[in-house]
């Protein structure tokens, strides 16, 4: 197969256009435009196809997934207990961020025995419009360098696994460039699991977790958020628990029986933060879900560790968390 011709094919596929204009441009037949579709669908790119005005035109979706409804299951240990730590927005990319905590936090957690986080999304700090004053606030311009700077810097810990969304920052990398850095993140790092955009739902057991990236504004009122998510769910839909990211807030509250978390960032506050008069709370939650012998909920416990002081210029000498730390280790 041409590269160059698939090269052309995907991008005039993203100004919205005719199959028969596609192949006069590429001076191809309709049976070889489509065998280079399927090869870029195979690749992971959404082409779609749909008829209008008695031709077929082709959008290129790029690398976003379609929700296709899954549950990621996880099981509980000998003592039915499934531990892990909760984080969110930690804007890899952002002059902000704290890659100095969030070593520390994977430290404290894989010596506490909490082998599993969970990331609620903005992972990365997106990307901004050339124009923008907010894009002289990131040292890395580019999608493929967050991705590359996430893959040889985020804390990578022997045994210790990290369960990520993909959040609205996150977004930005597929609405400009078309590529999914949660996808490509998880190809690099086979501890790192990529669980979707904005939200999914995990199975601890019989336990039903939602993990949710907000898309909305904060609000005068730090529960309105949570508290009306919760409010949406029909009864038969309600999960046992929801971490609600990219609020930057630490609270805990049950409505509905749903206990719920709102997950701090581990970032400094931004330009953008003081501009919008958003508030900024650091830290981490450490979560227990036990089960019953029925594999449903018998106890949540959560505690939260806040970091009260972060550190300037901290992306100027990233050091990665060695892969090789064992327990006990400082």
């Known amino acids: 197969m041409n590269e160059e011709l698939k090269e052309k094919l995907l991008e005039l596929a993203r100004r919205e256009i005719s199959l028969s204009d596609i192949c006069d441009i590429l001076k191809i037949n309709k049976l070889e435009a489509f065998a280079i579709v399927k090869i870029l669908r195979d690749e992971g790119i959404n082409i779609v196809t749909k008829d209008r005005d008695n031709d077929i035109y082709l ?4 690398e976003r997934e379609f929700k296709d ?36 936090i994977y430290t404290k957690a894989y010596n506490e025995g909490y082998n599993n ?9 997106g990307l901004y419009p050339v ?39 996150d977004e930005t990398h597929l609405k400009k460039n078309k590529l999914n850095i949660g996808k490509r993140i998880a190809f690099a790092r086979e501890d790192m699991i990529y669980l979707g955009d904005i939200s999914c739902l995990i199975d601890i057991d019989n336990v039903r977790m939602m993990v949710l990236n907000s898309k909305l504004s904060k609000t005068y009122t730090k529960s309105y958020r949570p508290q009306q998510q ?55 939650w ?22 009260y002081i972060t550190g300037k210029d901290d992306y100027i000498k990233p050091k990665m968390l060695s892969k090789t730390l064992k327990k006990g280790d400082k």
């Open 117 to 125: 986080v969970i990331h609620c999304g903005n992972i990365t700090e």
């Open 59 to 62: 959008f290129n979706n790029g």
């Open 131 to 169: 124009t923008s004053k907010y894009d002289e606030t990131t040292f890395l311009k580019d999608t493929l360098k967050q991705v590359d700077y996430i893959v040889k810097n985020y804390p990578c810990i022997e045994g210790m696994n990290t369960y990520f969304l993909t959040g609205k920052k």
């Open 69 to 104: 409804g899954s549950v990621y299951k996880f099981k509980t240990n000998k003592h039915n207990e499934f531990k892990f730590a909760a984080i969110s927005d930690t804007r890899i990319g952002s002059k902000s961020q704290q890659l100095s905590i969030l070593n520390d």
């Open 230 to 284: 919760i409010k949406s769910y029909r009864s038969e839909d309600k999960p046992d628990i929801l971490l609600y990211g990219g609020l930057m807030d630490a609270q805990k509250l049950t409505r509905r029986d749903v206990h719920c978390l709102t997950v701090p960032s581990v970032c400094a506050t931004t330009e953008e933060m003081n501009d919008k008069r958003y508030s900024n709370t650091v830290g981490v």
């Open 286 to 307: 450490y979560v227990t879900v036990k089960t019953n012998d029925k594999g449903e909920l018998e106890n949540f416990d959560a505690y939260i560790s806040p970091y």
